[in-house]
């Protein structure tokens, strides 16, 4: 189940070893999860890939 698309959400991340907070739209984070499913890895290790 999606949210509302304009809706922003806060996400807490740790990328190598720093401690971070971003604000993402429903329809961004959605993308996230399906460009990381499609290369087989979860959101935040593509995040931290560096391939986005």
Do not use: C, N, Y
Request: charged share 25%; no cysteine.
């Amino acid at each position: 189940m999606t949210a509302a698309p304009g809706r922003i959400r806060k996400h807490s991340l740790v990328i190598a070893g720093h401690g971070a907070s971003v604000s993402l739209e429903a329809a961004f984070r959605d993308a996230l999860r399906e460009w990381a499913q499609e290369r087989e890895m979860g959101m935040l290790a593509l995040v931290a890939s560096g391939e986005l």
